[in-house]
């Protein structure tokens, strides 16, 4: 452990040693997370979820405050040691648009995705009416979304090699913006392999689905 104020401490070793928990934050900060180095050096993480920056914290092994940002919660972790080792794994303060899929060991890619997913993922029941029969129908589906195209890329070139997912287009939505979508069948594997038994963290709204759709039909 290390003390950077009066205050606060936490493990400045969490980042150096790929685990589960490791490379699930690490997955949740490249979806909603920034750093910078002004007279500080700041990992900063971004959630409406009060509770879950809650459980980001307690994987540092810190008491640091999770602060009410309005719209928001932020937790700020205060390390020049952690800054570095994130910059070694692929961080950079202005990564919105320029990110790219980090190098991982292998067995660590579902907790990425899944911290990935938590943070810039989406999950949901759609409902609609067949055009032909005029039958109502409710199937669910998911989504990725990123500033960075190459980024989406990669996680749609790995779920396709490791999953078999079909390999969708990754479509641009905004200036800025590129959304990767997929339908009922491949969400239900993809959520298997996000939220595979025993996983550590994760958003629980999220990983609900599973079961949800698993009830629904028997496709994993």
């Not at 003390?3 to 980042?15: A, G, M, T, V």
């Not at 809650?54 to 309005?70: A, E, K, L």
Request: charged share 20%; glycine share 6%.
């Amino acid at each position: 452990m290390s003390y950077h104020s009066r205050k606060y401490f936490l493990n400045e070793d969490f980042l150096s040693l790929w685990t589960q928990e490791m490379a699930y934050v690490l997955g949740f900060w490249y979806a909603d997370g920034h750093m910078r180095h002004a007279r500080s050096y700041r990992i900063i993480f971004s959630s409406k979820d009060k509770d879950h920056l809650i459980s980001i914290r307690n994987s540092f092994t810190s008491n640091s405050p999770v602060v009410d940002d309005r719209n928001s919660y932020s937790l700020v972790i205060c390390s020049k040691k952690l800054y570095f080792e994130l910059s070694r794994l692929g961080g950079t303060s202005h990564k919105s648009a320029s990110i790219t899929f980090p190098k991982l060991p292998e067995q660590f890619l579902p907790d990425f995705i899944r911290g990935y997913f938590d943070g810039d993922g989406s999950v949901h029941f759609i409902h609609y009416k067949h055009t032909k029969n005029g039958k109502h129908y409710t199937n669910i589906r998911s989504n990725f979304t990123c500033g960075s195209k190459v980024f989406l890329e990669s996680i749609k070139n790995i779920l396709h090699s490791k999953i078999g997912l079909f390999e969708r287009k990754v479509c641009q939505y905004g200036p800025h913006q590129f959304k990767l979508g997929y339908g009922q069948k491949d969400t239900a594997k993809l959520l298997g392999f996000m939220y595979y038994p025993g996983h550590t963290t994760a958003l629980t709204r999220k990983a609900a689905y599973l079961p949800k759709i698993k009830a629904k039909c028997d496709i994993i």
